[in-house]
């Protein structure tokens, strides 16, 4: 871990221009909203095909892997820009989970084989934790259970007990599971995946069922705690690019459609009422992006205030999601409240966003602590 007074730059470099653009073409090509909602409509909930372009044939899966364990050793800050378009295109990948989540517990527990496997698009992995659990919330206790409200308990091996709610599991080839002070590597067929109705179609939630699953042991006691919860942080650290790639969509998709839909005989948006709104939207963007863009350089320099950044980035970028696709729903007037409209799809992201790794509120109170605010 770093310490530095340093403030990270914020701006985007030519890598990521090229990056960003590379990633928004191969999207509008392979999955544009139509796609993505014929998909949905077909009981899809995941586009296998579209991940193994993005992992497999892109290289993407592997940005934040090191180059000594087969990945790009580009960093987080490079998984931020390709977080950024896939919340633009709702895209139905688990680049968050694998890519980010389960990459990070692998990377801090020192297990390189997982890693390589990862890096390469061979396979994809989810850390087998409720997706609306906030990193606050794990606590370590190496003689009982390592994982508050986990539910799975380990006998030597073997694993018992159900996970609820987790995200990523479905079409995850290993699952990590934390369970009694330490962590396994659980090949995926050998648990039973339960899927859940879930708000948000393009990520779907499942219950995750161990009954006797044997795991291999990638890390104990401290580092496992220190594994998992460091997932966590950078799993609310880098949502924030995709909640500032889902608002950017809105609010662009929105001035669009306002400067071309007419009533009495002048554009819709140039009345004043509606102006002041999308300005008010535009610089909650800007700011998010600062936000996001700075919880993504602290992950990528393991900076000591990487809690405080993932907090705050989840405080301020997930309501603002959910503002930026309301505003989208309710200014496309009756057409935005139609299935066939793709305003909804980016409703149900941002709002299902909105409570992953704990709610706002939550952080709010964890900036609080953190940075050690008197409590009223």
């Keep these: 871990m770093t310490t530095s007074n340093a403030i990270p730059d914020l701006l985007y470099d030519e890598v990521d ?14 999955a544009p909203w139509d796609k993505v909602l014929a998909r949905i409509d077909a009981g899809e909930s995941y586009d296998a095909s579209l991940w193994r372009v993005i992992a497999a044939d892109m290289g993407l899966a592997g940005l934040a892997i090191p180059e000594s364990a087969g990945g790009a050793g580009a960093g987080f800050r490079r998984a931020a820009v390709v977080l950024e378009e896939l919340g633009r295109a709702v895209a139905p990948v688990p680049y968050l989970g694998s890519a980010v989540v389960a990459t990070q517990a692998l990377l801090r527990a020192g297990e390189t084989d997982l890693l390589a496997e990862l890096a390469s698009g061979e396979r994809s992995a989810a850390l087998a934790v409720p997706f609306a659990l906030a990193p606050q919330a794990f606590t370590a206790d190496p003689a009982g259970s390592a994982f508050a409200g986990n539910g799975v308990a380990a006998e030597g091996d073997s694993l018992s007990g159900t996970v609820k709610g987790v995200a990523d599991a479905l079409i995850a080839d290993v699952l990590l599971v934390p369970a ?175 409570v992953a790794f704990g709610v706002a509120a939550r952080h709010r109170a964890a900036i609080g602590s953190l940075v050690n605010l008197p409590s009223s």
């Design 17 to 30: 221009d090229d990056l960003r653009a590379s990633v928004r073409d191969m999207l509008a090509t392979r």
């Design 180 to 354: 009694s002070g330490r962590l396994f590597a659980v090949e995926a067929a050998d648990a039973t995946r339960t899927p859940l109705v879930s708000l948000d179609a393009t990520r779907q939630l499942a219950d995750v069922t161990f009954a006797g699953a044997v795991g291999r042991e990638i890390a104990s006691g401290e580092r496992a705690a220190a594994a998992v919860r460091g997932a966590l942080v950078a799993g609310a650290a880098l949502l924030a690019s995709e909640q500032l790639g889902i608002a950017e969509w809105c609010l662009s998709t929105t001035v669009d459609y306002l400067r071309t839909r007419y009533q009495f005989g002048r554009p819709v948006g140039s009345f004043q009422a509606l102006k002041h709104r999308l300005a008010d939207l535009w610089m909650g963007v800007t700011e998010a992006r600062a936000v996001a863009r700075y919880a993504a350089a602290v992950i990528a320099d393991d900076g000591d205030d990487a809690e405080v950044a993932a907090a705050l980035a989840q405080a301020y970028c997930g309501p603002l999601a959910v503002t930026a696709a309301e505003e989208c729903v309710q200014l496309h007037g009756g057409i935005g409240f139609t299935w066939e409209h793709p305003a909804h799809l980016y409703l149900k992201r941002a709002k299902s966003a909105s």
